[in-house]
């Protein structure tokens, strides 16, 4: 790697431990810990909710499936810029009011807990244990990218990789909490936003403009042009299907439950959805001009960059299709400018990461630690417990991640999955039904999580080759429809607030 490439990387990772600094001065508190103390402004809110969602599956995962595939692996962006703009429309606001309500909920065991008045403490337990298993998987993933990252742009090998991108993220995310994250978010967004601009433009250009690479790519592949040819109905329904998750992302939603207001809503849902529609075509652009480009260029050249290719019919191909951008990265652009582009992607990658680790702390400390083992714990006592649940969440992740074959985008779906369908059904009602009731949420969530599992693990493929969040989101729904009715109805504590919180 270039030296100027490695300073402007190092600038960037020392700004990121920097913000995590004075975000440490601010965090007094639990509340303060995990939420920032509802101070979220929209732009901050909607950035840093699209750079936790996006991860590096938006700048290595979804370029790398368009590059091997094709237009065919695009429905996924689809299914999510549908997903993303109703969970905004529809949960954001009611979530920001609620959670205020139920006691001023600050984790979504927390909310669920207080909504239901839940006093045997079975959803708050379970709900957290649903947040451990799969947020342990999908910070994985991002270990997984940031390795390779780091393996591609620095010669190390992947186990050093693993540890050196780990390192940094755990270091802001342990000292700031939800403050760090969050801004650390916003400057990632922005960074990610102009990368995904940026790189298929300029190889856009290098290529001789649109129609020169739109008539290479087909002269290469005319499926990959195509974004129904050779793509079936299941595949198609389950790439949709991605938009369910996101009801029940909680590192996603808590963003809605940390803003300064209610009202702030219609501009960080516009901001974010702009960020996001053009993210993803920069994405799937990126993809596309990378079969063309690194079928245009000389191997011997391409090799000087330190990007090694397979021949697959007589095609050029990376030998592993994840790197794409990180090879446009490295060959199109200036040094200086290269160490910026890569920045992004661990920006990608740092942003959902630190996440994930946030509201998985927030999960032991608040519901685990205070909730069962110490009821009485004081603040700082609990901030504690939080940053070092990030630190044991983090190394089981790397764990996970020890094997260098492993797929950012596999890792993603499983873990995505499994939010989705244990509890983005329970959200969406509890938000617009007041006749759910605990043993109907409870039911279901199970149902959700159990579903996921076993379809993913023991029944995908054949008959049964659809996405498990479709399976798991339709049965938590009629389980806790069905739940719900047949038992007591809720207390009249519970309805009254919820009225007060559709009032608002």
């Excluded at 300073?7 to 303060?32: P, Q």
């Excluded at 109905?233 to 029940?248: K, Q």
């Excluded at 873990?415 to 009731?437: D, H, N, Q, V």
């Amino acid at each position: 790697m270039d030296t100027p490439t490695l300073i402007t990387f190092i600038v960037y990772l020392i700004g990121m431990l920097g913000i995590g600094f004075a975000a440490y001065k601010m965090t007094s508190n639990l509340s303060d810990y995990v939420l920032g103390g509802r101070s979220l402004g929209p732009g901050v809110a909607a950035l840093s909710a699209g750079a936790s969602d996006m991860s590096g599956w938006l700048l290595l995962g979804l370029p790398g499936a368009i590059y091997a595939s094709g237009l065919g692996s695009a429905w996924i962006g689809v299914g999510l810029a549908i997903g993303a703009y109703l969970n905004w429309q529809f949960v954001a606001r009611r979530l920001r009011v609620y959670t205020e309500v139920a006691n001023d909920s600050i984790t979504v065991p927390d909310y669920f807990e207080n909504r239901f008045q839940d006093k045997s403490r079975i959803l708050r337990v379970f709900s957290a244990l649903v947040i451990l298993l799969f947020f342990t998987f999908y910070t994985s993933s991002g270990m997984v990218a940031g390795a390779k990252l780091f393996e591609a742009s620095f010669g190390l090998t992947y186990t050093q990789s693993l540890w050196v991108g780990a390192i940094v993220t755990i270091s802001y995310t342990f000292l700031g909490g939800f403050l760090a994250v969050s801004w650390t978010d916003f400057v990632q967004g922005i960074l990610m936003f102009l990368a995904l601009i940026a790189v298929p433009i300029v190889a856009i250009q290098e290529m001789g403009g649109w129609d020169a690479t739109i008539d290479a790519v087909g002269s290469i592949s005319g499926t990959h042009l195509d974004m129904v040819q050779g793509v079936g109905i299941m595949a198609i329904i389950s790439s949709l299907a991605w938009g369910l998750g996101y009801f029940g992302q909680p590192h996603i939603v808590v963003r809605f439950m940390a803003l300064r207001k209610p009202n702030d809503v219609p501009k960080a849902r516009f901001i974010g959805m702009t960020w996001m529609i053009l993210g993803l075509y920069g994405a799937i652009f990126t993809g596309l001009v990378g079969l063309a480009y690194i079928n245009s260029q000389d191997v011997g050249m391409l090799s000087e960059f330190g990007v090694t290719l397979i021949n697959e019919n007589g095609v050029q191909m990376l030998d592993d299709p994840e790197k794409i951008f990180i090879s446009f990265s490295q060959i199109l652009f200036h040094p200086v400018i290269s160490g910026i582009l890569l920045a992004a992607i661990l920006a990608a990658i740092m942003s959902t990461i630190d996440s994930q680790l946030l509201v998985s702390s927030s999960a032991l400390a608040e519901d685990f630690y205070k909730a069962i083992f110490r009821k009485n714990a004081t603040e700082r006592e609990l901030v504690w417990i939080g940053r070092g649940a990030v630190a044991i969440i983090a190394l089981i992740a790397i764990l996970l991640a020890g094997n260098p074959e492993s797929s950012v985008l596999e890792l993603v779906s499983y873990a995505w999955a499994g939010f989705g369908a244990a509890f983005g059904p329970i959200i969406l009602l509890s938000l617009y039904w007041r006749g759910i009731t605990r043993n109907g949420a409870v039911a279901g969530m199970i149902v959700g999580a159990v579903t996921v599992v076993i379809w993913g693990d023991f029944l995908s493929g054949g008959i049964f080759d659809l996405y498990e969040i479709v399976p798991g989101f339709l049965l938590n729904t009629i389980v806790a429809v069905l739940v719900s009715k047949a038992g007591q109805k809720p207390s009249k504590e519970v309805t009254d607030m919820f009225d007060e919180a559709a009032r608002r």
